[in-house]
C-alpha cells in the first residue's frame, strides 16, 4: 500500500492526496475519464455506468475547455456527453443549464444524443445516437468512497 501511495502522489503531484482513480483527470472536484474507444452512445453510458460513474455532465466553461483539451491530446475530434434529446437533460440527473451548442445546432430530428467537438471553441452538436465516438465519463470527487473506489481500480 506504501508503494502503492508513494507511486501515486508522485503521478499527481499537486494533489494533496491521489483523488481520481488512475487514468482519469481531476478537475473541479470532479474526476473525468476520456475513453478513446468509439461506440455508440447507449453502450458508452452503459460503460460508465458499469464502472460507477455516468456520462459526463458539463457545468461550465472551464469544464468544458478542460474536456476539450483531452480530445485534443487523444487527437481526436470529439467525444459524446451524458447530453440526450427528451428537452436536452443530463443523464446523470443534473439539473446544470449550462450549454455550449455550436451556432444552428442541436439541428437534427434523428440526432438526439449531444457530443463535445474540440475546434469551434469546443462547442457541441447533435449526433445520432448510433454512431460511434469516443466518449468522457464522469464522477464527483465529494466523498471518501470515491477515495475507496479510486484505491481498488488502481489495484
Ligand atoms: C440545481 O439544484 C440545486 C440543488 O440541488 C439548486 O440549488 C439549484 O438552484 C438548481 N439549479 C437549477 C438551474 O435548477
Ligand atoms: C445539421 O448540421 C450539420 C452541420 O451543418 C449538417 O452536416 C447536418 O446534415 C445537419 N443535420 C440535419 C438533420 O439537418
Ligand atoms: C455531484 O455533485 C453535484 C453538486 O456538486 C450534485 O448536484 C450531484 O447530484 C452529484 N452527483 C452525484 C452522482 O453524486
Ligand atoms: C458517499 O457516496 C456513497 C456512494 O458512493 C453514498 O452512499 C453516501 O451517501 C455518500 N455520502 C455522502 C456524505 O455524500
Ligand atoms: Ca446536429
Redesign the pocket.
Known amino acids: 500500500l506504501m508503494v502503492l501511495l508513494i507511486s501515486t502522489f508522485s503521478l499527481y503531484p499537486q494533489a494533496a492526496f491521489p483523488l481520481c482513480p488512475t487514468g482519469w483527470s481531476e478537475y473541479g472536484n470532479r474526476c473525468f475519464l476520456f475513453q478513446s474507444t468509439e461506440t455508440d452512445w447507449a453502450t458508452a453510458e452503459s460503460y460508465c455506468r458499469q464502472h ?1 460513474t455516468d456520462l459526463a455532465s458539463v457545468r461550465s466553461m472551464s469544464e468544458n475547455e478542460q474536456m476539450k483539451g483531452l480530445v485534443q491530446s487523444a487527437g481526436e475530434i470529439q467525444a459524446w456527453i451524458g447530453l440526450y434529446r427528451n428537452s436536452w437533460m443530463w443523464v446523470d440527473g443534473s439539473n446544470s443549464s449550462f450549454r455550449h451548442w455550436r451556432a444552428s445546432e442541436p439541428n437534427g430530428s434523428e440526432e438526439n444524443c449531444a457530443t463535445a467537438v474540440h475546434a469551434d471553441a469546443g462547442q457541441w452538436e447533435d449526433w445520432p445516437c448510433s454512431w460511434k465516438m469516443p466518449f468522457f465519463c464522469n464522477k464527483n470527487l ?5 477515495l475507496a ?1 479510486a484505491e481498488e481500480e488502481a489495484l
Open positions: 460507477h465529494s466523498n471518501a468512497s470515491l473506489s
